[in-house]
Nanobody, 123 residues
Framework: VQLVESGGGLVQDGGSLRLSCAAS????????IGWFRQAPGKEREGVSC????????YYADSVKDRFTIYSDNSKNTVYLQMNSLKPEDTAVYYC?????????????????WGQGTQVTVSS
């Protein structure tokens, strides 16, 4: 099983980034897949999740109307388009495939996590 993230980096306040998570080794449609993040000294936060077979998504209040999650099932890949980035979005972003339903803590049930990718937003 592999979840390979890409797309992190350094961006200025108000900028955009797109994260990608390429999945392999499991049935893509069987899981809710998305991103959670952890900043230094802060608790983990579920950012966004998608269960494409159900047409369901979840967004944390802190990212609603700025981030968009979508999937390309033909590539077993989930994307997170992040616009209007703020310094408080700075964190390590982890891709996770866990459980069957999206929600704020969907990533805490048994599943798979990627290695993480750093997103830094400078002010």
């Amino acid at each position: 099983v592999q979840l390979v993230e890409s797309g992190g980096g350094l961006v200025q306040d108000g900028g955009s980034l797109r994260l990608s998570c390429a999945a392999s080794g499991f049935t893509f449609d069987d899981y809710a897949i998305g991103w959670f993040r952890q900043a230094p000294g802060k608790e983990r936060e579920g950012v966004s999740c998608i269960r494409s077979s159900q047409g369901s998504t979840y967004y944390a209040d802190s990212v609603k109307d700025r981030f968009t999650i979508y999937s390309d099932n033909s590539k077993n890949t989930v994307y997170l388009q992040m616009n209007s980035l703020k310094p408080e979005d700075t964190a390590v972003y982890y891709c996770a495939a866990a459980g069957a339903f999206c929600g704020s803590d969907w990533y805490t049930v048994p599943g798979y996590w990627g290695q993480g990718t750093q997103v830094t937003v400078s002010s």
